[in-house]
């Protein structure tokens, strides 16, 4: 394993995150292919053992299932000083705003009920899950800074946001002495390449870490076009939401995928990683069976050359915007898409 400071913070992280949201209760959310805390905890003790120490969760998880999954096995595994827990916050619900709880109530109330989740005094990463367009962003840095200073979270993150989103949010950070965001975590792979327009060039200059998911494109890039099979496949419909529509045009890149694969004897999960470790700084990557997180640490050793690397992306076409980000706009607040964490919902 390879590691590297996670942006602007003293924290040194595996270039591999595991991605934990297939961990949890499968009755508890609207994912029945999550997997059970037997099988999780396994996953997550064999990413250990490969040297992962990034891990990254949320409350919205299968009802904050997969935080007590991933806290109780990282309390058996590990020390808690050689791992990194990221984990990630809802937007105030209609009935929080309705009753007059702020927004640094509810992300003191979050932060609350992640630690309690976990079994931990804090986060190594506290991260903004989705643009709150009913809450000031004052407020949100603000409410982000004090757990902060309560030792709460060490550092925090934004996901599923725009590049002026960020700028915006840091620039009112700076101004009032607050906290910055030093992270984000957005939809970044070979067949999603829109990231590549304004938020990575400016993730660059701020030396931000970009720390994307949705790596492997919900498997499509670790299989040949039209091999599925596995249950995520057949029941994530965020996922065909996600990738349907272009289908057929990444399917050309999937291909050349495969070929590079069949050339260097690997998987394609080693190629499609390899690829996307040449932009970021660690890509969040799902595990569901100890070969996949095998597969991805693998990648860390993979090295492209330069033609390889245009090769693969010299096929792709500009796509429309999807999921999250499609709905990151005042009007969406209560589009379809919705993840149930039990009495909250977040459109992801």
Not at 15 to 23: A, D, S, V, Y
Not at 44 to 66: C, H, M, P, W
């Amino acid at each position: 394993m390879k590691y590297t400071k996670l942006g602007n913070s003293d924290l040194s992280v595996s270039r591999i995150c595991m991605g934990c949201m297939g961990f949890g209760d499968s009755s508890r959310g609207q994912h029945r292919w999550t997997i059970d805390e037997e099988h999780s905890r396994e996953i997550i003790k064999r990413g250990l053992e490969l040297g992962v120490n990034f891990y990254d969760t949320a409350i919205a998880y299968q009802s904050g299932t997969s935080e007590q999954y991933v806290g109780r096995a990282l309390r058996d595994f590990a020390k808690r000083d050689d791992v990194v827990v990221a984990t990630k916050f809802l937007p105030r619900t209609q009935e929080e705003i309705e009753s007059g709880i702020s927004g640094q109530q509810h992300i003191e109330n979050m932060i609350n009920t992640s630690l309690q989740n976990l079994g931990m005094d804090y986060v190594d990463l506290y991260i903004y899950h989705m643009w709150d367009w009913q809450t000031s962003i004052y407020d949100i840095m603000d409410g982000l800074n004090r757990i902060v200073k309560a030792g709460k979270a060490r550092y925090i993150g934004i996901s599923n946001c725009f590049a002026w989103q960020i700028a915006k949010a840091n620039a009112i950070a700076e101004r009032e002495g607050f906290a910055r965001f030093v992270s984000v975590q957005g939809h970044y792979n070979l067949i999603f390449r829109e990231e590549e327009r304004e938020m990575v060039p400016y993730c660059k200059e701020e030396n931000i870490a970009l720390t994307p998911y949705s790596a492997l494109a919900s498997g499509r890039l670790s299989r040949r076009p039209g091999v599925g099979g596995t249950k995520r496949a057949e029941e994530d419909a965020y996922a065909k939401f996600k990738y349907d529509a272009t289908a057929q045009q990444d399917n050309v890149i999937i291909s050349r995928v495969a070929e590079l694969a069949k050339r260097h004897e690997v998987t394609m999960t080693e190629v499609s990683l390899a690829w996307l470790l040449t932009k970021v700084t660690a890509p969040v990557v799902g595990a569901t069976k100890l070969h996949h997180i095998e597969g991805a640490v693998k990648a860390v050793d993979l090295a492209l050359t330069p033609e390889e690397i245009h090769y693969l992306e010299e096929p792709y076409v500009p796509h429309p915007l999807a999921g999250v980000m499609a709905q990151n706009k005042p009007a969406a607040a209560t589009e379809q898409h919705v993840w149930s964490t039990g009495d909250q919902t977040i459109g992801k």
